[in-house]
């Protein structure tokens, strides 16, 4: 690590998954959101790798192995996790997992029933492939902020913790880039070391 650059670059895959965002008939979003909210949520210097596919489940698990091989440490998808028939993003993410986590799902699960009645309509799942942590997140664009920074009272307090808290360390434990978060978006937490 160099004086120049304190913190460690990061590789960072963000996929929406939309056949109406994909084929133009609306704006897409999704990716947006996803480069907006990490930017502010992460110190570090971020490279994305992105991508805007339609809800075909041989697509999206492609896509994800690509960026697991372009050296991402994180890939965040969103969309295609509810259970309309064209929903499959759940079963790419598995078809191309090493391990299953299935803490963030649930979590995220929770954290959105402090927003919406139907967050249990959401399937999504996140799962370790080589050296990368893969989550899904919902498609409808404030649900990203919503999932990954969790819910604040009023005067900024955490109400629940948003699931972005367990990322950084879940990332060293498969030997990715120290990620360092900005606290007042969301606070990375590690164990203290013995
Ligand atoms: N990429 C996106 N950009 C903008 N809005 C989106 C996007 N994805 C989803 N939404 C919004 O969130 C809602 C729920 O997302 P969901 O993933 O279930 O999409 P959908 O209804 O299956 O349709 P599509 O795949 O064509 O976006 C959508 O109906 C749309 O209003
Ligand atoms: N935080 C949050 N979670 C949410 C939502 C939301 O608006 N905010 N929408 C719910 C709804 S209405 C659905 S159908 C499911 C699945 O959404 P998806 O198919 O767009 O991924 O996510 C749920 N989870």
């Known amino acids: ?66 960026l697991v091989d372009t050296g991402c440490a994180l890939v965040l998808t969103t969309g295609g996790t509810g259970p309309a028939k064209r929903d ?8 191309v997992a090493h391990k299953e986590m299935p803490g963030f799902g649930e979590q995220m699960r929770q954290i959105s029933l402090a927003f919406v009645p139907t967050a249990i309509l959401s399937r999504q799942v996140a799962v370790i492939r080589d050296n990368c942590l893969i989550i899904n997140l919902p498609g409808q664009p404030k ?9 604040k009272n009023a005067d900024g307090s955490v109400r629940v ?11 060293d434990l498969i030997g990715g880039p120290y990620l360092e978060t900005n606290d007042e978006v969301v606070k990375g937490w590690r164990p203290k070391k013995k």
């Open 143 to 151: 649900a990203i902020a919503e999932t990954l920074e969790g819910a």
């Open 88 to 95: 499959v993003t759940p079963e790419a993410t598995l078809a």
């Open 161 to 171: 913790n948003g699931i972005f808290a367990a990322v950084p360390y879940c990332i």
């Open 1 to 66: 690590m160099s004086e120049s650059t304190p913190h460690d670059a990061v590789r960072i895959g963000i996929v929406s998954i939309s056949d109406r965002a994909s084929s133009g008939i609306y704006e897409d979003k999704g990716l947006p959101a996803l480069r907006e909210w990490l930017g502010k949520a992460l110190k570090n210097p971020i490279t994305f790798e992105e991508r805007l596919i339609p809800d075909e489940q041989a697509t999206i698990s492609q896509a994800l192995i690509e």
